[in-house]
């Protein structure tokens, strides 16, 4: 008999990767690239944290890994870069889970922000560091913005259409620990 526990675990992870893989064909496709307009959010950083944030036993790092790179080579960036930023980032995230389980959702959001804009800090100094072409400082603040702005409603939806919920008290993963 299958695992009721196990299968679900499953089922969100392979939700997790199609919603991705959707997120990451929007981005490909050529709407909303006139020069002069305000970036758009991460939605992918945003689904990603709001996850491990959630229900860390639903994203493994290998996951985090496999779907951050596949992005990264689909839309040209520097492979490996973005995708070690945020591996460090939901490591950093995951580590902390017993303090951030008990906060409001207003400091996690702020926790929250506080990470994303470190994440894109970091990327935009190694690109400077490297003297490599990039968009300017304010364009890639602007694009954290929109980000953080953008958590609430991604954790929102994660909740209300894919049962995306922090942990109960007492509630246990596959292999019986504590979540």
Do not use: N
Request: aromatic share 10%; glycine share 8%.
């Amino acid at each position: 008999m299958a695992d009721p526990l196990r299968r679900d675990v499953l089922l969100h992870r392979g939700i997790f990767v199609a919603v991705a893989l959707f997120l990451i064909f929007l981005r490909l496709l050529p709407l909303g690239s006139d020069a002069g307009r305000l970036p758009g959010p991460d939605l992918l950083l945003c689904l990603i944290l709001a996850w491990v944030q959630r229900r860390p036993d639903y994203m493994p790092a290998l996951l985090i890994v496999a779907v951050v790179l596949t992005e990264d080579m689909l839309l040209l960036r520097p492979p490996g870069l973005w995708t070690a930023l945020v591996l460090v980032g939901t490591e950093i995230l995951r580590s902390r889970i017993a303090l951030t389980r008990e906060l409001s959702f207003a400091m996690e959001w702020f926790f929250i922000g506080l990470l994303m804009f470190g994440m894109f800090l970091g990327y935009h100094l190694v690109f400077a560091l490297t003297l490599l072409p990039q968009a300017g400082f304010g364009y890639a603040m602007t694009q954290a913005v929109a980000t953080a702005l953008a958590y609430p409603v991604v954790v929102w939806l994660s909740h209300v259409t894919l049962q995306v919920h922090k942990p109960g008290m007492g509630e246990v993963d596959s292999m019986g620990r504590r979540l």
